[in-house]
Structures are given as C-alpha cells and as structure tokens.
C-alpha cells in the first residue's frame, strides 16, 4: 500500500484524488491533503468525508509537517505553476515519488532548481502531460512512427482557445507572466511536448512575436464595455458578454467565492484590465536538432475551441483538425463532450486517406483515464509509444516557452544552447 498525498486543491486535484480513493484505492491511501486556502482545505476534506474517507489536512505552511509526519510514498503536485518547484524538490528530498502537474514550473530559474536537485537526490519526477494519452494523438504517434510520410520536414500546428475556455485565462492568476510564465509556458507547454514527442526530437532555436489584443481595456471600449468593475462580482457593466458569475456555478463557489476572505484571491477578474501581463495571440518558429520547423500559432480569442496540425514529410502528409467543446475550468457541468475530429493522409500520387478515429472516453479527448492507469497501475510492461512524461522531458517543453517568451521580449532569435548555458538535460526523446 503506497501512501500518498497531494499540495494543491483547486480544480484540478479532483482527478487524482477521486483516482485514489475509488478505482486505485486497493493499492494506495491518500493519508493527506494540503493547501495555501483554508476553506478549500475544508471543502477537500469534507467531499472526502462524502466518500467515507478521512485524510490529514495541512495549511502550506506546513507542508514539511506533512512530509515529517505523514511520510508519502507518493507527493502529488496540483498547486498554482510557479509554487511547483518546492513542493518538487521538498518532496524529492524526503524520498517520495514525485507526479506534478504540467508545466513543471513557470520560469527558467526554478526549472534549473528542479533538475539539479533531482540530479541530486538521484531520481526523477512524473509530469502529466496527459494529451500524450489521448487516443487521437496517439494515433498520431503511431502513424509518424511507421514511417508512412518519411522524413518531418515542417509542421504546421494552430492552437484556438474560444472567448469561454481561452478568457478564463485572463481572469486567473495565470494573467501575470510571473504566476503562469504566459499562454506560451502554461498553455503551449502542452503543444510543444507533443511536438517534442510526437517526432521525437528537441528544440535548438525559436523565434516568436506576440501581444495582447483582445483582452485589454482598449477593446473593452471598442466593444463598448462600460463601467467595468475589477471583477464580476463589482462590475456595474450592463453588456458584457465575459461576465462569470460563481455563485451560478456550485463548484467554483465552493471553491473559490465561499473562501476568498482567506487569502484575497478573486477567481473571476475582469478580463479586459489593463494590469494583464500575457499576451492573447503567439506566432512562433521553432527549428529541432534534426531539421524539423514548426511553425506555431496560439490565439485565445478564437470563435471556436480546437486545433489543427499538419506534417509535411518527404514521402507524404499527415494532418488532424480537433474541434472540441469548450470548458470553463472547475466548473464540473460542462465536461468536454461532442469532440469531431479528422485526421487524413495524403501521399503523392494518391487519393486523400481518411484514418478512422480510434474510440475514446473521458477528460481531455479520452487522456486522463488513461494516464492514471499508467501512473498508478503500471504493471512494468513496456509502452512502445512512450507516453509517460517524466521531468526531463518536460523541461524541454517548458524550454520551448522560455525561448519564445524570450524571443517576444528581445525580438530576435533565440538559440536553446545559449538559453540553458550549463544545464544538463538529457534528450530522452529521441525514440526512433
């Protein structure tokens, strides 16, 4: 029975704590929970309770309590991106197996933290770059690995985040590029590691432009968005399209509007203020070590939710368009359902090939089921796509942000080599 326990109750942390009491419950027991907000902490517990499960609660300020006293086997990180790097190396050093949330952190500072103390503690961390799992990129995998459309020479990937799903960003703390690293390191981090894995390869150069032209208190105005307030709660606006209200959603007023008087934190943030720090659209270029470019787009204030991507080979085409339905994060009413996608083939001389969809079930286009069945009931048996992300490889996708940040504020070019200077992060992608 492996003990396990998780820093970090907002929304996301749901997922592995119903994983551990229910389907994986035969071999580990969440012993503890822990989080910054006292009143989520409450509220954990008491949908624990629900379950007839009892866990220890701790306040962050006590998190090396937990680690003394309830002596994890496991430490899952599900707490804000830029607190990741603690609880990582904390946990690491007291001898825990490490799952964090993507991405591992938010800045190049804290990501060098990261690796030299794993390196120290010689061990490694899983990181969930669940979209690896999901039955339609896997897919993808398996048809690059095959060789059908020969050597990637270019790929073209547009990432679209609709005004409900792509807002919600804005009214977060992921709006301040010292919390989230920006779209291009919270959001991306997940687009360049499927990249990353998907032709296994990592990143030698990027070039990126970007900036903030939706969410801002100039387009507020040209919407003719009055009387904004600095969030919904206070807005006296009578004709805002944005407007959240968490007292209709019972899950975010649980977890958010019922606890604010601990900390301050307001989850629903006007997201036309101009305090905003993260940019709404990216453009970007990234050239692999092996001579693959990627041409990337990311726009968060799309008409619809979804992705395209193309790879254009020597011998062929692969392209997948991804239309799903948007979310707003933690409200548990509106699962992503209905997603339609496409995937084709197209080889010289040959008519279009339309891939038929492999099946899929649950969050994230059928990913997250099955990466908890890996993480918390691998049985050891070897996965020819490699799927599990651990903290290696998951540096490499965050250094993709980091070099486009860097690029968006330079405006230049930005070498990888010269970006990581002496860190040592072993390619552990190159798979085939």
Known sequence: MKKCAIVGVGGRHKLFREALVKEYAVNHQLVAICDSNLGRLRYAEQSL???NVSVACYLEKDFHKLLRVEKPDILIVTSPDYTHHKYIIAGAKNGCQIISEK???SSLVKLKKIVTELNKAQTTATITHNYRYSPYRSQVKELLMSGTIGTIKAITFDWHLD???GAD?????????SNSGGLAVHKATHHFDLINWWIADIPVSAYATGDNHYYNPINAKRLGIKNRGERCKSCLSKNCSFRLKLEAIDNLQKLYSDNEHYDGYHRDQCVFDGSIEIEDMIRAEVRYSRGAVLNYGLVAFSPWEGYEISFIGTEGTLSQKYLER???????????????VQTSLLIPGKATERIKNPSSAGGHGGADPLMLNHIFADDGSPDPLQRKSNHFSAAWSAITGFAINRSMEKGKVVLIKDLIEDLAIPNELRLN
């Open 49 to 51: 309770k629900k379950s």
């Open 169 to 177: 960003y804005f009214r977060r703390w992921h709006r301040y590029k």
């Open 103 to 105: 991405p591992i952190t």
């Open 163 to 165: 005004r409900i799903h």
């Open 326 to 340: 948007s979310v707003i994060n933690g409200d548990e009413s509106s699962l992503r359902e209905g997603s339609n």
